[in-house]
């Protein structure tokens, strides 16, 4: 089945700083990559996604990358606040079908701290 | 519109019991996903449930079992519970179409303690 995995398991910056969060995956049919954001205590967040038939998406301030030949996609994140502080997710499925249907596989979790 | 909804919100068991949570997705999804978040797993897909059907189950035990109404919304049930069950559970709606829209949107979940 689908392994996805990601770096860093925590990431400090300073506010304003960019921050950059990594996943590779593992399954070639899998075909959506949603980013998901959770603070303490609360739900993740759906933040940004992109799908297999795009290169990169932007939205705002947050951005992802995806590169299929090498199984990887990359969460961006400019001029980050204090206010992104939190825990944040990558995942991976296929939205057409096989064994990762309905299914994400998710990352381990990046811990990210932005300092004022 | 109203989001995913869990109840209850706590729930405390003791070794042996079983349990049932409920789950109530976004209006017009029919597509369920449960997960099992804890510290050092992190989150694992449980199963995912489509008008009334299971598509996908994920790694579980047989003690973990689900299932969806007509009118979409899901309950899962985990018997003769463990320590290691404690966790938080997220449910996850989607409209759940085979090359659709696919994002999943979570609901609180419902932390769960077994002692």
């Known amino acids: 089945g689908e392994n996805v995995e990601q770096h860093p398991s925590t990431l400090s910056v300073q506010e304003g700083d960019s921050a950059v969060i990594k996943c590779t995956y593992s399954?070639?049919?899998?075909?959506?990559f949603p980013w998901y954001k959770q603070e303490l205590g609360k739900r993740p967040q759906l933040i940004i996604d992109?799908?297999?038939?795009?290169g990169e998406k932007k939205d705002q301030r947050i951005a992802v990358t995806l590169n299929k030949t090498a199984k990887h996609f990359s969460l961006h994140i400019t001029e980050t606040q204090p206010e992104d502080s939190a825990v944040y997710f990558c995942a991976a499925s296929n939205s057409l079908g096989g064994t990762s249907y309905g299914k994400l596989t998710f990352g381990q979790g990046t811990i990210l701290t932005v300092h004022p | 519109k109203a989001g995913v909804t869990q109840t209850p919100r706590y729930l405390i068991k003791t070794r042996g019991q079983q349990v049932t949570l409920s789950c109530s997705p976004i209006s017009g999804h029919r597509s369920v996903s449960w997960y099992q978040q804890t510290p050092g797993q992190g989150l694992q897909f449980l199963f995912e449930?489509?008008?009334?059907?299971?598509?996908n189950k994920g790694n579980f035990p047989g003690r973990f079992s689900g299932r969806q109404f007509s009118n979409s919304r899901s309950e899962m049930n985990v018997s003769t519970l463990e320590l290691g069950d404690s966790a938080l559970y997220l449910c996850?709606?989607?409209?759940?179409?085979?090359?659709?829209?696919?994002?999943?949107?979570f609901g609180p979940g419902t932390r769960l303690t077994v002692l």
């Open positions: 992109i799908r297999s038939n795009v």
């Open positions: 449930y489509f008008s009334e059907t299971q598509r």
């Open positions: 996850a709606s989607s409209l759940g179409l085979a090359g659709g829209a696919h994002e999943q949107f």
């Open positions: 399954d070639s049919a899998s075909n959506y």
